[in-house]
């Protein structure tokens, strides 16, 4: 199986669906952005673009949870940031190699 192959893979597919709320906070973490330029720059990135069915309730959900707030400009929802939102990317970002390090022990171990 090529790379390509894998990256088209269903799976891999829900893998990064099971992501996207820390791709937001990413994303987010450096600029505000509003839905489809977050849709379009993960495509871009990933090869995936993830449905308005997938993203606008992850974006509700961090809203939710005071990660991220939205205001209106010219008639468009522009995500922001939280400082609550920053804290979190932060510790994400430390602890990255680690856990992606502990996902891999776990996966072949089982």
Same mark, same amino acid.
């Given at each position: 199986?090529?790379?390509?192959?894998? *990256?088209?893979?269903?799976?891999?597919?829900?893998?990064?669906?099971?992501?996207?709320?820390?791709? &937001?906070?990413?994303?987010?973490?450096?600029?505000?952005?509003?839905?489809?330029?977050?849709?379009?720059?993960?495509?871009? @990135?990933?090869?995936?673009?993830? %449905?308005? =069915? %997938? #993203?606008?309730?992850?974006? *509700?959900? *961090? %809203?939710?949870? =005071?990660? &991220?707030? @939205?205001?209106v400009?010219?008639?468009?929802? @522009?995500?922001?940031?939280?400082p609550?939102?920053?804290? *979190? @990317?932060? =510790?994400?970002?430390?602890n #990255?190699?680690?856990?992606?390090?502990?996902? %891999?022990?776990?996966?072949?171990?089982?």
């Amino acid at each position: 199986m090529s790379k390509s192959d894998i *990256l088209r893979n269903e799976m891999a597919r829900d893998f990064r669906k099971g992501l996207l709320k820390f791709f &937001i906070l990413k994303m987010l973490d450096k600029e505000d952005m509003h839905g489809y330029a977050m849709m379009n720059r993960i495509e871009e @990135v990933c090869g995936w673009k993830p %449905s308005s =069915g %997938s #993203l606008y309730p992850a974006l *509700l959900n *961090l %809203s939710t949870q =005071g990660l &991220i707030k @939205v205001k209106v400009v010219a008639m468009r929802k @522009v995500y922001i940031i939280t400082p609550k939102g920053k804290q *979190l @990317v932060a =510790g994400l970002d430390q602890n #990255l190699e680690p856990g992606l390090d502990e996902i %891999s022990r776990i996966f072949k171990e089982l």
